[in-house]
Nanobody, 119 residues
Framework: QVQLVESGGGSVQAGGSLRLSCVVS????????MDWYRQAPGKQRELVAA???????MYADSVKGRCTISRDNAKNTVYLQMNSLKPEDTAVYYC?????????????WGQGTQVTVSS
C-alpha cells in the first residue's frame, strides 16, 4: 500500500520561509512525477510546482522566484522550499504523486498541510 505523508506546514509572518516535505511510503513502486498543489478557502485547488522523473521542474507564476521544488530519490521524498511568503500563499498544501504501481500509472494524494501567512 502506498501512502503520501506531508509535513512542514505552519504559521509564519509575511516574508518568512517554510519547507514542506512529502514522503512516499510503501514498496514496489517507481515515481513518475511529484507535484505540490494548494487550495485556499473558497478557491479551486491549483498547481504550485512540479518535478518530473528526469528532474525537470515547473512553477506557477505566482510562486516563481520564491519557491523551489526538489526531490530526493533515495528517500522517495519531495520538498517545497517557500521563501518570501505572502498572505496570499495561505492555503492547504497537498502533495501529489504519479506512480508506477502494480503495473499501472496511479495518482496519489497526501492529506494536506496547512500554511498560514500573516501580514
Amino acid at each position: 500500500q502506498v501512502q503520501l505523508v506531508e509535513s512542514g506546514g505552519g504559521s509564519v509572518q509575511a516574508g518568512g520561509s517554510l519547507r514542506l516535505s512529502c514522503v512516499v511510503s510503501g514498496s514496489s513502486f517507481s515515481i513518475n512525477a511529484m507535484d505540490w498543489y494548494r487550495q485556499a478557502p473558497g478557491k479551486q485547488r491549483e498547481l504550485v510546482a512540479a518535478v518530473r522523473r528526469g528532474g525537470d521542474t515547473m512553477y506557477a507564476d505566482s510562486v516563481k522566484g520564491r519557491c523551489t521544488i526538489s526531490r530526493d530519490n533515495a528517500k522517495n521524498t519531495v520538498y517545497l522550499q517557500m521563501n518570501s511568503l505572502k498572505p496570499e500563499d495561505t492555503a492547504v498544501y497537498y502533495c501529489h504523486a504519479n506512480l508506477r504501481y502494480s503495473g499501472a500509472d496511479r495518482s496519489y494524494w497526501g492529506q494536506g498541510t496547512q500554511v498560514t501567512v500573516s501580514s
